[in-house]
């Protein structure tokens, strides 16, 4: 790989140690590593249909993530201690069988030998687990941000530059929509915004919004708002240039201090949207001192009422990813307590989408929205359809009583499940776009035989190991596809 000299120049300040710098220089030509964050409330729903956590972690090989040093971080032991405690302390049948100790302690983060898994034919991109939004295909040193943010479940959290959302999933998978946590989840470039939104989709949280926003905007509507603020800044991205040339091209010294002056620009609309002894993390792929150490003092300087929680910098060759800077703020001030609520689900329509949100969201109802909670129903040519968004809702069986209580005029109802293993490979037929066959045994549902038929009829939900992947038409057997046409695999 060619390198620009002036880098070369400036990373070679960064380096005291002449062996770290060999090492540094050595990792350009090594294999970039990729991990994946597994989206807990998924899984224990799955669990309820027989999915086995152990089972899928023993099979794929799955690495555990994070050996943090947490003695910076006494005061609040958090989740940081919390990942200490299971990956040291919590027995591997507990975590399978206790409820209680799995919400608390559950490992979400894991790197993946990709290697392995090609030898077992499976690829993390394209698999009915990831379809089902079981997990996000993640930067394993980018993963390292969020566990450090001491997010509760109960949080108001913002994601300023949020697309393409690995960080945003990261953070709503720690969130409770029953206890109030939401994330607002934004992004400023539309286009991205899209691709966020889609994401979004796949994980199926009812707490979260996308919007696309300028931070400038939604400074002047939420001073204040937010107990948990990250800025995950668009940076001169040296972190990319294993993975991408283009990054490497578009480099330059100018670039540098151009991302500086809009990483100083954003931080100072999160300042203003960050509430009384709520958390700021600031975080980076590039290796610049300009846009990270710096930023960091300037941060410092400009609230003199923020204390450093902590700060790191990961490199391609002291971490197992493409590298990551970050710094976490703690602003002084008393943080309000948890507050007692219910959860309640708002139902709205936006053009021909309609959506069924936790009511928390609701401030959000006006801005420049791409999504708000679980897409529930589309427009259809002759009717309102279920949206694919649904099949994918976390909380599937709450959602879906609001939903049949809140229909529009249509005459579309769920009627059955179907069953199939990953193994089956009518799974793969189904995201193909493919019509499958199905046979009496694996439907189960509400529906009746249709009188004088054979068969049973009706809108049905495909799952995989007990996780859901889409709806189709059941009729005399067969499940007509309704896989959306953007998402089927292709040959
Ligand atoms: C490093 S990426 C975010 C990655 C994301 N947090 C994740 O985990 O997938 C930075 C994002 O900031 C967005 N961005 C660009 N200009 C911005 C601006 N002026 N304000 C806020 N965000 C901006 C970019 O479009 C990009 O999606």
């Avoid at 499940?417 to 189904?430: I, N, P």
Wanted: glycine content about 8%.
């Amino acid at each position: 790989m060619h390198l620009p000299e002036v880098f070369l120049e400036r990373m070679r300040k960064l380096f005291s140690d002449e062996e770290e710098w060999k090492q540094f220089l050595q990792s350009f030509s090594e294999e970039p590593k990729r991990g994946i964050r597994v989206n807990t409330q998924k899984l224990r729903e799955a669990k309820k249909h027989g999915f086995s956590f152990s089972d899928w972690k023993k099979d794929w090989n799955l690495i555990p993530l994070f050996s943090f040093n947490y003695s910076d971080c006494e005061e609040e032991k958090g989740e940081r201690g919390l990942v200490e405690d299971i990956q040291n302390n919590v027995p591997e049948d507990l975590q399978e069988n206790s409820s209680e100790i799995l919400e608390k302690t559950e490992v979400r983060e894991f790197l993946v030998d990709e290697s392995y898994l090609a030898s077992q034919g499976i690829t993390i991109g394209r698999d009915p687990y990831h379809e089902a939004g079981l997990y996000y295909i993640q930067d394993p040193s980018a993963m390292e941000v969020v566990p450090h943010m001491e997010i509760r479940p109960f949080d108001r959290c913002l994601d300023l530059c949020a697309a393409p959302g690995g960080k945003s999933m990261q953070i709503a998978d720690r969130l409770d929509s029953k206890r109030g946590g939401f994330l607002l989840s934004n992004e400023y470039v539309g286009e991205r915004a899209r691709i966020l939104s889609k994401n979004a989709e796949r994980m199926g949280y009812a707490n979260l919004s996308v919007v696309n926003e300028s931070p400038a905007h939604l400074a002047a509507l939420y001073p204040g708002f937010f107990s948990r603020i990250l800025v995950d800044a668009p940076c001169s991205g040296e972190g990319m240039f294993r993975k991408s040339k283009e990054a490497v091209e578009d480099w330059s010294e100018e670039l540098v201090e151009k991302c500086a002056l809009r990483q100083k620009e954003i931080l100072r609309e999160a300042f203003t949207m960050l509430r009384e002894g709520g958390i700021l993390a600031y975080s980076t792929c590039t290796f610049e001192r300009t846009e990270n150490e710096d930023i960091r003092e300037w941060i410092e300087r400009e609230n003199p009422d923020y204390r450093l929680l902590m700060e790191k910098r990961l490199y391609f060759h002291n971490s197992s990813g493409e590298g990551q800077y970050f710094a976490v703020f703690k602003k002084s001030g008393e943080e309000p307590a948890e507050e007692e609520r219910e959860l309640s689900y708002t139902v709205f329509q936006k053009n021909k989408m309609i959506f069924c949100y936790a009511s928390q969201l609701r401030p959000f109802s006006e801005l420049k929205l791409f999504r708000q909670g679980i897409s529930i129903y589309e427009e259809g040519k002759k009717e309102w359809e279920y949206s694919h968004g649904l099949s994918h809702a976390v909380d599937l069986k709450d959602i879906f009583s609001i939903v049949e209580q809140r229909r529009p005029k249509t005459k579309y109802s769920l009627l059955y499940s179907l069953f199939l293993k990953r193994t089956d490979r009518r799974v793969e037929d189904y995201l193909l776009g493919n019509e499958i066959g199905v046979e009496e045994k694996e439907i189960e549902g509400i529906g009746e035989l249709i009188e004088g038929k054979e068969h049973k009829a009706g809108i049905s939900i495909l799952y995989c190991d007990g996780l859901p992947l889409g709806f189709g038409y059941l009729r005399n057997g067969r499940l007509r596809n309704f896989y959306p046409k953007g998402l089927r695999y292709k040959k």
